[in-house]
């Protein structure tokens, strides 16, 4: 078998996250259910349309902007998606640097929205003035697919864009699902656990394929 690429998500792989802080922020611009609305690996209503790349960001603060009865800026609303983000680790940034180093193709495929890219693809991403774009070879965003994971599409799609067999490479994910079907499609798969360093799980994965 000869990896050559390694597919990582985003959230909870790459960024640890923080769903409290996203419910609290939007419960802050007067969305009671929040709770109910957002979900760690699958948005569902608005939230999921504007994942999916169905409605834009205006379309989706418009939206918002009616559910809570006030009109809400595009600032608010970036600050709400953002409260996911808790931290970026910085094993993980040192390992995606060291991989890139060895050879190896790395690409993000993302159930994302462009309020967290607004972040992600700044000079705050890494506080250390690199957007995300500086660690990846391609970005795959589910906004800009018009797919969202786990829907087996996404996954074809990519493998044709990079004209990739399954057996080139390694997909790691925090979304059991997600795994599921890049596992029947024959890519070699890591789903960590919330607190999991899948760093450590991945170098050994290399050194025995």
């Not at 609305?37 to 569902?44: E, G």
């Not at 070879?137 to 990079?162: H, I, T």
């Not at 079907?181 to 919330?194: F, H, N, R, W, Y």
Request: proline share 3%.
């Amino acid at each position: 078998m000869n990896i050559n690429t390694i597919i990582f998500d985003f959230g909870g792989v790459i960024v640890r996250l923080s769903s409290d802080e996203a419910v609290k922020r939007f419960r802050e611009l007067g969305l009671a259910d929040a709770w109910q609305r957002l979900d760690k690996y699958h948005q569902s209503g608005i939230f999921g349309d504007l994942e999916e790349g169905k409605i834009t960001a205006g379309e989706f603060q418009d939206q918002l902007s009616r559910l809570v009865g006030r009109m809400l800026t595009h600032q608010e609303c970036a600050y709400a998606w953002q409260g996911y983000a808790a931290e970026v680790p910085e094993n993980v940034l040192k390992a995606l640097v060291e991989l890139r180093r060895q050879g190896y193709r790395l690409l993000l495929l993302s159930n994302t929205n462009p309020f967290m890219m607004e972040w992600a693809m700044s000079s705050r991403f890494d506080g250390k003035g690199h957007p995300v774009n500086d660690y990846f070879d391609k970005l795959y965003l589910s906004y800009q697919l018009k797919m969202m994971k786990p829907d087996e599409r996404v996954f074809r799609q990519l493998l044709m864009d990079e004209d990739l067999t399954p057996g080139e490479v390694v997909f790691i994910d925090d979304g059991q699902r997600n795994v599921a079907v890049a596992s029947q499609l024959g890519m070699t798969t890591i789903c960590p656990g919330e607190d999991d360093d899948w760093t450590v799980e991945l170098k050994q994965l290399l050194k025995t394929i």
